[in-house]
């Protein structure tokens, strides 16, 4: 498993009955974790002093009950600033976990000696946008969401980074692949990291099981003659690791290069325990 154990910021002090207890700078909050399906005691304080607390509905969804915590506020990983905001369906525009990603590939721009032309697709709130650009690389960040563009915008400015080589675009993936296909655009590192289930600006469905592979082929067509990596994220549990590398060592084989995938987790402070939060596969030159 690949851990994201770098965090300062950040932690996941406890775990129980279906939620875990997280630090968020000076903010504590519990969410829902579909993984945790263990009885342990609460015994950590801050199950009782929490900041915000999702409920989840058993008729679907849930809501938010908050207990002296702001609209937004601020958390770091390294020079990069993310800013954050409890909003629909249990989340706070990031996940920590990805982090062991973000380590991962800025080491490889870094050291990679040439300009690197980067595509980050369902980009979200930017997390992975704005340390591929920390790191040196030109970045085309695409997501359908605009008020997700918005968000990460606001990311890069908090962080220092308004003034670094990045293209922030509101549009459907796959189309936007499919034109720069026509365009003849090319990239040499891809990181996506797509919806179980989503729907584009004009209600295209994504359904990850039957789009993800035709979608990493397609992608193939953008890449560089020297493509550095390609990192595709699941949050889908059936689809396991190896699933993800032999994805991308089928369509990859052309290029010299080596697959791995694991799971990715984040640690558990009282127990000791990697809580699991995905998968990743992860293509190299």
Partial sequence: MWI????????????????????????????????????????????????????????GGGEWEFFNLPEQWQTHYGELTF?????????????????????????????????IKVLNLFAYTGGA?????????????????????AWARENAASSGLSDKPIRWLVDDCVKFVEREIRRGSKYDAIIMDPPSYGRGPKGEIWKIEDAIHPFIKLCTQILSDRPLFFLVNSYTTGLAPAVLAYMLGTELEKYDGH????????????????????ASGRWSA
């Fill in 4 to 59: 994201a154990d770098n965090w300062k910021d950040y932690e996941i002090i406890d775990c129980s009955k279906g939620e875990k207890l997280e630090r968020w700078g000076q903010y504590i909050l519990v969410r829902p974790d579909p993984q945790v399906i263990w009885d342990t005691p609460r015994i950590n304080d801050g199950w009782r002093r929490k900041n915000g607390h999702y409920h989840r509905s058993k008729k």
């Fill in 83 to 115: 800013n954050l905001k409890p909003f629909s369906f249990k989340h706070t525009g990031l996940f920590p976990e990805q982090a062991t990603n973000w380590d991962w590939f800025s080491e490889k721009i870094k050291h990679a000696g040439r300009p």
């Fill in 129 to 149: 946008t704005l340390a591929a650009a920390a790191a040196g690389a030109s970045v085309t960040h695409v997501d359908a969401s605009k008020g997700m563009v």
């Fill in 259 to 278: 697959v791995e995938a694991q799971e990715i987790g984040l640690p558990v402070t009282c127990s000791g325990l990697i809580l699991p939060c995905g």
